[in-house]
């Protein structure tokens, strides 16, 4: 049925910009929600954004402001730009898909290293 992957991922220094992308194949593209979590080393995963059918958007606290969420429905990806990244951003990022049903689909994850 498919599969999600992620990329985009690299080390970069406090303030500097990362655009993530995650394609989908199969039909794993959800025009109901997608979204973006994070994961650093020791920590839950955590909600970083999420865009809903009508694109309507929400994010996390923390990210508010530096991050926008959006997606090419023809392309079938989701994008992630981070702007003035900090330190405490570094975490593996994953993609979600999520179906009307409540069925939540998984990228593999790409590394996001904020460091000087």
């Known amino acids: 049925q498919g599969q999600l992957v992620e990329s985009g991922g690299g080390l970069v220094q406090p303030g500097e910009s990362l655009r993530l992308s995650c394609t989908a194949s199969g039909n794993l593209f959800s025009i109901y929600a997608m979204s973006w979590y994070r994961q650093a080393p020791g920590e839950q995963r955590e909600f970083v954004a999420g865009?809903?059918?009508?694109?309507?958007?929400k994010y996390a606290d923390s990210v508010k402001g530096r991050f926008t969420i959006s997606r090419d429905v023809a392309k079938k990806t989701l994008y992630l730009q981070m702007n003035n990244l900090k330190p405490e951003d570094t975490a593996t990022y994953y993609c979600?898909?999520?179906?009307?049903?409540?069925?939540?689909?998984w990228g593999q994850g790409t590394q996001v290293t904020v460091s000087s």
């Open positions: 865009i809903v059918g009508g694109g309507q958007t």
């Open positions: 979600k898909s999520t179906r009307a049903n409540s069925v939540d689909f």
